[in-house]
T-cell receptor
């Protein structure tokens, strides 16, 4: 079975400060990991993914995430937050060896960047 | 170009109506998806089409009927819906099916209100 946890419902950060949105996962084999962002009244936009290789993944809008196999984590980070980063963020996982299994989403974390 | 186009953006329908949601992608993707999303919740998978064949039906009620006329188009036919079916319906596509690390790209969604 595969699952993903986003332990924080809400993250508040001041503009210009670094931000972190946490994600941990559970899979039987090796994971494919994804981050998506959803702005109000919009669809989900792909930010970045980890498939294999370098543990530090860089994505859109200055976001990056670090894959940590020992901690089964894939936290999303940005060095300097913008008010426009305020949105709902979803982490998702698929087990590489689970066959025809769909992507599993976390419950989402609402990021609020305060000016 | 990573665009998935959905129409209509907004739909209000009565419980006895028949309507359809439409989705189109021109990225050459061979997997297409329907998701349902309630406010502030993660998207829930409904159906997956892979190479124009229905590969996953997540026990969705028969009042939702998917159709994949060709590799670029995906429809969701709606009939005798209930008010609790009101939600954002997201179409998505990926290069191939669910057993891969390919990115799933989402449309902007169709807001459905059942009255």
């Amino acid at each position: 079975a595969q699952s993903v946890a986003q332990p924080e419902d809400q993250v508040n950060v001041a503009e210009g400060n670094p931000l972190t949105v946490k994600c941990t996962y559970s899979v039987s084999g090796n994971p494919y990991l994804f981050w998506y962002v959803q702005y109000p009244n919009r669809g989900l936009q792909f930010l970045l993914k980890y498939i294999t290789g370098d543990n530090l993944v860089k994505g859109s809008y200055g976001f990056e995430a670090e894959f940590n196999k020992s901690q089964t984590s894939f936290h999303l980070k940005k060095p300097s937050a913008l008010v426009s980063d305020s949105a709902l963020y979803f982490c998702a996982v698929r087990d590489m060896w689970s066959g025809n299994t769909p992507l599993v989403f976390g419950k989402g974390t609402r990021l609020s960047v305060i000016a | 170009d990573t665009e998935v186009t959905q129409t209509p953006k907004h739909l209000v329908m009565g419980m006895t109506n028949k309507k359809s949601l439409k989705c189109e992608q021109h990225m050459g993707h061979r997997a297409m998806y329907w998701y349902k999303q309630k406010a502030k919740k993660p998207p829930e998978l409904m159906f997956v089409y892979s190479y124009e064949k229905l590969s996953i039906n997540e026990s969705v009620p028969s009042r939702f009927s998917p159709e994949c006329p060709n590799s670029s188009l995906l429809n969701l036919h709606l009939h005798a819906l209930q008010p609790e079916d009101s939600a954002l319906y997201l179409c998505a596509s990926s290069q191939d099916g669910t057993s891969s690390g390919n990115t799933i790209y989402f449309g902007e969604g169709s807001w459905l209100t059942v009255v």
